[in-house]
């Protein structure tokens, strides 16, 4: 929230409030496409995944490109052709990026570990940075990533989900650790099963 004045003097009462959009992620990919004088997928591609060694993700178009292995369930049953979401290269930079929860943990790792071949190490820091306030409780939004803190760890997370699939990413990036939790079901329950996680790896000494 901020207060500005008009040029009457006017005190005019400014209400910042966070509202997710995948239209500004699109908008922010034909930024990107523009800049650098390549197609968004490619850039991605050539700046993201093959510096990770992420051989196994790309763009899928609905027919060409790395098509998911998995098909997409709901209620236990596979969503039929008409069922599932198409795939469309317009929103490429939102969605669509095929991968794997190997080549996922090697960008977790990579980003962990602050791999200058990807970003500088101002940038990665940036990244965590919070942007704004959101309506869950005490989780901030920084770069793309949900932050807030939980035993007096940072954490960082994003969540995403496309008609039958839903993943969860959480890192914590001062002990380096991270999980990746990809599912083909739309009621997953994602979270608790990344808690659960989280309290074994911890219990069992590997964290």
């Known amino acids: 929230m901020s207060v500005l004045k008009s040029n009457q003097e006017k005190q005019v009462l400014i209400l910042w409030r966070l509202q997710y959009s995948d239209t500004g992620f699109n908008l922010l990919g034909a930024v ?3 800049v650098s004088g390549m197609p968004f997928d490619q850039y991605v591609e050539q700046h993201i995944l ?4 992420m051989r196994h993700s790309g763009y899928y178009d609905g027919q060409q490109g790395i098509a998911p292995s998995a098909q997409p369930t709901y209620q236990g049953k596979v969503l039929t052709q008409t069922q599932q979401r198409p795939f ?3 929103f ?3 969605e669509g990026l095929v991968s794997s929860a190997e080549d996922l943990g090697l960008w977790l790792s990579a980003t962990l570990n ?3 071949s990807i970003l500088t ?5 940036e990244m965590l940075q919070p942007r704004a306030d959101t309506p869950w409780g005490d989780i901030q939004v ?3 990533w949900q932050v807030y803190k939980k035993d007096d760890r940072i954490v960082a997370q994003h969540l995403g989900s496309l008609r039958g699939y839903k993943s969860l990413l959480i890192s914590y990036p001062q002990e380096r650790n991270g999980i990746v939790l990809l599912t083909n079901a739309a009621e997953a329950p994602r979270f608790e099963i990344a808690e659960k ?8 000494g590997v964290w």
Do not use: F, I, K, M
């Open 32 to 34: 990107v496409s523009a």
């Open 114 to 116: 602050q791999d200058d």
């Open 92 to 94: 490429y930079p939102s």
């Open 197 to 204: 996680l989280t309290q074994a790896l911890r219990s069992s």
């Open 121 to 125: 190490a101002p940038s990665y820091a």
């Open 50 to 53: 093959e510096p990770s060694h």
């Open 142 to 144: 920084a770069l793309a």
């Open 88 to 90: 469309d290269p317009g």
